[in-house]
């Protein structure tokens, strides 16, 4: 069982920045790709970035050169750094984690811009 936190949601203004913290149980090395997901009010979940254990990643054209993903393994934490924030930005963001054959998620974290 591998529990997943996040954390670092918040209010902010269009254009500022936040990071969002995905705070693991268990060894990152042991989870083979952590994934930044986020979902709007009245919209499916969508892939906003990917990270595998090789550190290799991966961000959706929407956020490209805006988001970037990030892992501190002495920490089991992944991280989303999200800079020049857009209203089209607000979601409740969510983490995902693949072990093994079994996926995990966190319990998400609400981002709203203000415009």
């Known amino acids: 069982q591998v529990q997943l936190v996040e954390s670092g949601g918040g209010l902010v203004q269009a254009g500022g920045s936040l990071r969002l913290s995905c705070a693991a149980s268990?060894?990152?090395?042991?989870?083979?790709?952590m994934a930044w997901y986020r979902q709007a009010p009245g919209k499916q979940r969508e892939l906003v970035g990917s990270i595998s254990n090789l550190g290799s990643t991966n961000v959706a054209d929407s956020v490209k050169g805006r988001f970037t993903i990030s892992r501190d393994n002495a920490k089991n934490t992944m991280y989303l750094q999200m800079n020049s924030l857009k209203p089209e930005d607000t979601a409740v963001y969510y983490c995902k984690a693949d072990l093994r054959s079994f996926t995990y998620w966190g319990q998400g974290t609400q981002v709203t811009v203000s415009s």
């Open positions: 268990v060894s990152l090395f042991s989870i083979r790709n």
